[in-house]
């Protein structure tokens, strides 16, 4: 009953450093997205797939980079990091409406906090 | 593009009191789904309460119901008697109900409750 897995919870990186944030869900869900929050700002998309070899941008996507090789798993990159980057990143997951319960939740990960320093 | 808006930062209430929420969202779209989520300190995103744009009538959880106004786009969470454990950070957010668009989600800035003993 893992639902959607985070790691690492915590990360510092220094500027410039790359890293890949993990995320995995065993519940087939074909929808998966990353979302930073910063204070003050909710939580804004960075990128979402909407099924395996398909992904797509979504409000802040600048210097992440995803890929969707299985149903399962949808790994953030952070290619070369900024301060700005510091965050704490949710990634969720969901069913498509439509099936079974056309009112479908999103189901969210513990989140990682990351300080760039 | 579909936006939601929060209006007050913070709140507080005293224990076993009624408190309610504002949300306002923007859309053009005429079927969508609105959800308030609940964000403890522990990080974790647990939603607290939906509705279907289609229904006329207002959602309720427990101590938890909503008061949903589609003409004047508004969506309002109420909290009847007040606990502890309600203290946390709380999020309108919007899903489209269209076939392709409903993949993600657009929250508001959110609204900080504080329970007062």
């Known amino acids: 009953n893992a639902g959607v897995t985070q790691t690492p919870k915590f990360q510092v990186l220094k500027t410039g450093q790359s890293m890949t944030l993990q995320c995995a869900q065993d519940?087939?869900?074909?929808?998966m997205s990353w979302y930073r929050q910063d204070p003050g700002m909710g939580l804004r998309l960075i990128h979402y797939s909407v099924g395996a070899g398909i992904t797509d941008q979504g409000e802040v996507p600048n210097g992440y980079n995803v890929s969707r090789s299985t149903t399962e798993d949808f790994p953030l990159r952070l290619l070369s990091a900024a301060p700005s980057q510091t965050s704490v990143y949710f990634c969720a997951s969901s069913p498509p409406r439509g099936l079974q319960d056309p009112n479908t939740e999103a189901f969210f990960g513990q989140g990682t906090r990351l300080t760039v320093v | 593009a579909q936006t939601v808006t929060q209006s007050q930062p913070e709140m507080s209430v005293q224990e076993a009191e009624t408190v309610t929420l504002s949300c306002t969202y923007d859309?053009?779209?005429?079927?969508?789904?609105l959800f308030w989520y609940k964000q403890p300190p522990s990080r974790q995103m647990i939603l607290v309460i939906r509705?279907?744009?289609?229904?006329?009538q207002n959602a309720t959880e427990n101590r938890f119901s909503v008061n949903f106004q589609k003409a004047a786009k508004s969506f309002s969470l109420k909290i009847s008697d007040s606990q502890l454990g309600d203290a946390a950070m709380y999020f309108c957010?919007?899903?489209?109900?269209?076939?392709?668009?409903?993949?993600?989600?657009?929250f508001g800035t959110g609204t900080r409750l504080t329970i007062i003993p």
């Open positions: 859309t053009s779209e005429s079927d969508y789904y």
């Open positions: 509705q279907e744009a289609y229904k006329q």
């Open positions: 519940m087939n869900h074909e929808y």
């Open positions: 957010a919007y899903r489209s109900g269209l076939y392709f668009g409903n993949e993600k989600l657009t």
